[in-house]
């Protein structure tokens, strides 16, 4: 009996339905223990979601370092999900303003229920959104999270339509843990010839930072100055 072919293009689109999956159930489990907890218990060594936490917070504190992040800022993050853990660690970080976008509805309700246990409504807005059609004119940072699609269009949009001088942050994942994900590494990382074909209007430099010490070693990050 010969074995059925394997369609690499559809295999990779299962793999990154599995990997979104997870990682979204991963961060509602997460959301759920920072709702049942005090504000105060969740600085607690003991909190379980600590360690969880700590891997954004370093990854969050190169953000806010390559991007030049400040509190005159408006960040708009692109896919936050359902635990916004990031642009929490961007206001406490560097005192800016956020808004969260997600495409369903599940999310932002999640989200917007621990922003106001966290006592942090004042800082944040968080809407039900499109990356790829957003108004994101006025954001001096705009972050493209792991699990935003369409990855390309989002990315065109933002190249069109921000404000000259946005920082642009764009977060992938490395190694097994990327599955199928559509990353930018191939707009940033391979050919000339490819890199002219996806280079924004006004782009400077081109950066990939390492994982910081005590993250997930296959986080990457890929930002693009615009």
């Not at 922003?115 to 942090?120: E, F, N, P, R």
Request: net charge positive; charged share 25%; glycine share 8%.
């Amino acid at each position: 009996v010969r074995a059925a072919a394997i369609d690499p293009a559809a295999a990779l689109r299962d793999t990154e339905e599995v990997f979104c999956r997870y990682e979204t159930i991963h961060e509602k489990s997460m959301a759920a223990q920072m709702r049942e907890a005090a504000p105060r218990a969740l600085h607690s060594r003991e909190d379980i979601t600590q360690n969880y936490r700590q891997r954004y917070r370093n990854l969050a504190a190169n953000e806010v370092r390559l991007s030049r992040m400040g509190p005159s800022d408006r960040v708009l993050f692109v896919g936050s999900g359902p635990l916004p853990i990031t642009a929490i660690e961007y206001v406490l970080q560097s005192g800016c303003t956020v808004t969260c976008i997600d495409h369903f509805e599940e999310p932002v309700r999640i989200s917007t229920e621990i922003i106001q246990h966290l006592g942090l409504a004042g800082r944040f807005r968080i809407l039900q959104g499109r990356g790829q059609d957003f108004p994101v004119a006025g954001y001096g940072v705009i972050l493209v999270g792991v699990l935003a699609e369409p990855k390309a269009r989002i990315l065109a949009h933002v190249d069109q339509s921000a404000d000259p001088g946005c920082r642009l942050l764009c977060r992938t994942t490395t190694g097994d843990r990327s599955g199928g994900m559509a990353t930018p590494a191939p707009i940033l990382a391979q050919t000339p010839r490819r890199r002219r074909a996806w280079s924004c209007r006004h782009v400077r430099r081109v950066v990939r930072l390492p994982p910081p010490p005590s993250a997930n070693r296959r986080i990457g990050l890929y930002a693009r100055a615009l």
